[in-house]
């Protein structure tokens, strides 16, 4: 056969059955002897390009027209590649890798290990093979598919196998993309809890996803062919039944209209309906809808327990607010209460501080003997006059600065004082009384000094008031003094003492009003009013300081009084 075109045209009508016949009488040399062999194809039709089998010819293959366009192969059953035409040799040639079954282009060579399979199959089932190949041709994945076939001789054995190939490849990539796309959309729907549907152009379910039976626990199939309203329960709310068909009949898109499903165990499962109407790509013909449902029951109950609550927090909020105008008015009251009674314990201080002090200085008067002599009775007489006046005007007088404290009617004048100065002062009004108690004061004589910055009489007051605790509890022969320490901008005075200290669990309590160390004001064994300490503390924040307590009990007090320095000015001694 020669390689021109009018060859290749010539050799496209070829007798297969007598080439068959030829074929086996070359592999049966017996039947050879007795046999003639067909004159029609010639030696070179071994290389002829042979056209595929029809196999609805029952085996016997006459005149077949082989399209040589496409590539095209003949091997034996044993597996000896017979013919291949130039289409194939061209396929072979441009492949990089894996070559196209049966994996040679060479006559008389043997096919490639996974090609004998097909050969073995086509053989075994008398049936061709279909395959799908991916081939890198010109440096490009491309796809072909073969199609293999039994040759039989006139006596319907099959002798050979041919094969033809046509490339596929844009046919495959469409099916995998439409693979992908399938495979991607299935993993969305498992993914979310939607459910989907489909109705025909009288609304009527045609397809109800399986996600559905999964939600409610009711065959998809149960409404196929059934109206899209009747996956509402039977009871549930119409105004839901009625948007949903108005929808469906306006054909207009909707979305998450709400719809209630009764599930197989009796629960009420709450869902959003949402469609698309489809109409014809050609004519435009309304067909249905497509749509999807949403389960949302949880995030219904959880709407419904958020507006409880909310109703229940503005219900709580109103109640606060009425709760709140309340105690305003009940503060408003309180306010003007103690007002009222500050304005009282003021005016009844001043009125009784008149006459008190007259009683106090006739008292004095008599003792002193200015009018005459007196016999010692009343001279004594006249003496428990003068200390029972003088106890009850230091009681109204702090009664009276405790009521000026709460009403915020303190004035303070800040100066610079020296320290020394103020624990003098403040040592020569109780040196009287310690010496009657026989209490060592030495201690008060501080050998150095600082200037602070506070009102000198109420500083005055803190300091007699603590000296006067100190001398009230310290045992006869006890020892009070005095320490100074600078810490920054503050400094901080000690007044400490040997008495009868004070419990741990008590020690907050002195500085609250009407609180002795001995207990209670009811309580308590020596004299005073427990208001002290309190009023001391009081004044000291309102300089810009505080008062702090270190006790322990049989073993003093410590009380600290820190004030804030004068400018540029430190500890001197």
């Known amino acids: 056969m020669s390689d021109n075109g009018d060859a290749r045209q010539a050799a496209s009508m070829i007798d297969l059955a007598a080439w068959a016949d030829r074929l086996r009488l070359r592999r049966d040399p017996v039947a050879a002897s007795s046999a003639s062999l067909p004159s029609s194809p010639a030696p070179e039709v071994m290389d002829q390009p042979l056209p595929p089998a029809n196999d609805g010819l029952g085996g016997i293959l006459d005149r077949i027209i082989v399209d040589d366009s496409q590539p095209f192969y003949l091997c034996s059953v044993e597996g000896m590649l017979i013919h291949v035409n130039e289409a194939f040799r061209s ?83 469409s099916r995998r993309e439409a693979l992908r796309a399938r495979r991607r959309f299935s993993d969305f729907a498992r993914a979310t809890s939607d459910w ?89 013909a309304f ?53 009222a009674k500050n304005e009282f314990l003021a005016a009844m201080s001043h009125e009784l501080r008149t006459p008190l002090n007259a009683i106090i200085g006739f008292a004095e008067a008599m003792e002193m003997q200015v009018f005459g002599e007196l016999n010692e009775q009343y001279r004594a007489y006249s003496k428990d006059i003068n200390a029972a006046g003088r106890h009850l005007l230091g009681l109204i007088n702090d009664v009276l600065d405790v009521a000026v404290l709460e009403s915020h009617g303190v004035s303070i004048s800040p100066e610079p004082l020296s320290v020394k100065d103020l624990i003098d002062r403040a040592a020569s009004l109780v040196r009287m009384r310690a010496q009657d108690r026989d209490l060592d004061l030495s201690g008060l004589e501080i050998d150095k000094d600082a ?42 005075i000690t007044i400490w003492d040997t008495g009868i200290g004070i419990p741990e669990d008590k020690q907050e309590l002195v500085f609250e009003k009407f609180q002795q160390v001995g207990g209670t004001v ?52």
């Open 287 to 339: 067909v249905g809808y497509r749509g999807a449902g949403m389960d949302v029951t949880e995030a219904h109950r959880e709407a419904q327990r958020s507006a409880l609550m909310q109703r229940n927090l503005e219900e709580t909020l109103e109640e606060l607010t009425r709760k709140n105008l309340e105690l305003d008015i009940a503060s408003a009251q309180a306010e003007s209460a103690l007002r």
């Open 522 to 573: 009811y309580s308590r064994k020596s004299e005073g009013t427990g208001l002290g300490l309190h009023i001391s503390r009081e004044l000291a924040r309102l300089m810009g300081g505080d008062i702090t307590l270190m006790s322990k009990p049989d073993q003093g007090s410590r009380f600290t009084v820190t004030l804030p320095l004068a400018k540029e000015d430190g500890a001197t001694g």
């Open 451 to 492: 200037t602070v910055l506070a009102d000198d009489r109420r500083a005055t007051q803190i300091f007699v008031n603590l000296l006067s605790n100190a001398v009230k509890f310290t045992p006869e022969g006890g020892r009070i003094g005095a320490e100074l320490k600078i810490e920054g901008d503050r400094a901080a």
């Open 91 to 173: 396929l072979v040639g441009r492949c990089r890798d894996r070559l196209p079954s049966p994996g040679v282009a060479r006559s008389g060579s043997t096919v490639a290990a996974p090609h004998r399979a097909i050969l073995g199959e086509v053989e075994a089932t008398g049936l061709a093979v279909s395959t799908d190949e991916w081939l890198s041709v010109d440096s490009r994945e491309t796809c072909w598919r073969g199609r293999h076939f039994p040759v039989r001789d006139s006596a319907g054995r099959i002798v050979a196998v041919a094969g033809t190939y046509v490339e596929v490849t844009a046919e495959m990539l």
């Open 196 to 284: 989907f549907w489909e109705t025909d152009r009288r609304g009527c379910l045609t397809l109800l996803s399986e996600r559905f039976a999964a939600g409610v626990g009711r065959p998809a199939s149960a409404f196929q062919g059934r109206p899209l309203s009747d996956l509402a329960a039977a009871d549930c709310d119409a105004s839901m039944i009625e948007a949903l068909e108005s929808a469906l009949a306006a054909r207009a898109p909707f979305r998450a209209l709400p719809i209630e499903i009764q599930a197989a165990d009796g629960e009420r499962r709450r869902c959003h309906l949402s469609g698309v109407p489809v109409f014809e790509a050609g004519g435009g």
